[in-house]
């Protein structure tokens, strides 16, 4: 076990920054213009341009967290660059003449079977593509049902859905205005309609968000219920790609330097998912393969509004202590606060409010709750919950602090 307190201003790694969609200061050099087409008419040949509004047909991650969108035989690699033939990274999906192209794509995520945990699944009319680093797989083509009974050909769009937020390992096909959600291990399908929902031609999981793609713009909707929440359909040019003067969302986001990330907290929950806390942000931890991105707390944890000040996790509780008040949410597809609170901290951990930092060790009982310069064991298996010892720490203030089993890689690169 590893128990990392950070002090004051704690430096991440990962920082509030790189592959997050687009920073409207970033420009893309224009390639000069070819005058010998008709205007608005490109060649036959000529590469697709995402900043002229394309509805992509797939699009998805690969094992290395790259993304991938597909239109025709063209791919674009990442949030920026330009297009390339789909053939020069996927050889084989061009060699099945009478097939289309690509349809859907997902980034399969099971991990009880690592023979297809990670692959990236390709959707040609009635046939299944399988890749893992860049090779087919071998067997493949298959039809599509022969993998995903009750699931039809000639899809629009595929998403993974891990267990977390959806039920179970998922993943939802969409066709027409038709969602299927296919679980991976009884390989049952249930069928949905979610009217409110554009029909999506491509659709994206990106640190636990789903994004329907649709013409050039996108929705962002809920695994579960297919809820819309927020002002939607947005343009994808603004987010999800570089495209110079007039686009991007940015709004003075930028790269923090690392003596500006001053965490409130952060946490491990019993999923393995772990979140720093950073005003009235959170971020992802443990995903940073797939890029890091900061989103409103309230967006997971709808009753959280303001800083929070220290946040752990004990079995599939999550406690998030805010002045001297603690909100306990129960994590399952998606966090949900018990009824009841949030409550004073004083009648749930027998300690006055507010504090600076809590965690809690993997399978351990014991919070460990800083305060100044002090640290307080509460036993959270006892009746009444009471400070159990009382230990002075060395370092002068302390924000954060987290516990997690040893061995899982350290996303901090260090402490100052
Ligand atoms: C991935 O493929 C390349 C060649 O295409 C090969 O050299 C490399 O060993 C492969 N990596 C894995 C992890 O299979
Ligand atoms: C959505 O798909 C349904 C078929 O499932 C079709 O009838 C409808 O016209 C489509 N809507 C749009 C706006 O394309
Ligand atoms: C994209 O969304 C905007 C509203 O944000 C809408 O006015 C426009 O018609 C949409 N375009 C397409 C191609 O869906």
Redesign the pocket.
Known sequence: MTAVLLSLYACLALALSNAAPVHHDVMIKDAPEDHSHPKGEDPPDAKPDRCKGIEFDAITPDEKGNTFFFKGDHLWKGFSGPAELSNSIFKELDDYHHLGHVDAAFRMHHQDDLNVHDHIYFFLDDKIFSYYNYTLEQGYPVEIQQEFPGVPSHLDAAVECPKGECITDSVLFFKGNEIYSFDIKTKSVKKKVWAHLPNCTSAFRWLEHYYCF????FTRFHPVSGDVTGTY???ARNYFMRCGEGFGHGGGARKQRCSEVKLNAITIDDKGRSYAFQDAMYMRLDTHRDGSHHFPISRLWKEISVVVDAVFNYGDNMYIIQGDQVYIYKSAAHYTLIEGYPKPLKEELGIDGPVDAAFLCPNQHIVNVIQGQKMYDIDLAATPRAVKMERPIPFPEIDAGFCDADGVKKQFRQMT
């Open positions: 649709h013409g050039y713009n359909p947005k343009d």
